[in-house]
């Protein structure tokens, strides 16, 4: 990824700071996101959609390529799993993400999500 789509995502991410985080009732994208639709809107936004159909923490972390922690540059996607009980199903590897956020730098656990 080049250095101008890393900063278009960190751009396009600072600038849905501040709407409010909802999973229940379903959030509408407008008025409140989720953490995967906060992410879907970010990389449509920056010229990086993902296919068509993806819309939880992990398919999207099924459709996009792993690198190791140590590599994560600003604009790559963090995974979580664990933070709530995620509907399945699993990846190959079994594990569910359940939350996901943007990273602001290499080896940080610093991000931007879907917040309150």
Not at 41 to 66: C, D, H, S, W, Y
Request: glycine share 10%.
């Amino acid at each position: 990824m080049t250095d101008d789509i890393r900063r278009r995502i960190i751009a396009q991410a600072q600038d849905r700071q501040g709407i409010p985080y909802r999973l229940d009732p379903p959030p509408d994208g407008v008025h409140t996101l989720d953490c995967s639709l906060f992410v879907l809107q970010v990389l449509a936004a920056a010229g990086v959609p993902l296919p068509p159909g993806v819309r939880t923490a992990e398919q999207i972390r099924q459709a996009t390529v792993p690198v190791p922690f140590d590599a994560v540059q600003p604009g790559d996607l963090l995974f979580f799993e664990g933070t709530y009980d995620a509907a399945g199903p699993a990846g190959p590897d079994g594990r569910i993400a359940s939350h996901i956020g943007i990273s602001l730098g290499a080896g940080t656990r610093r991000m931007l999500d879907a917040n309150d």
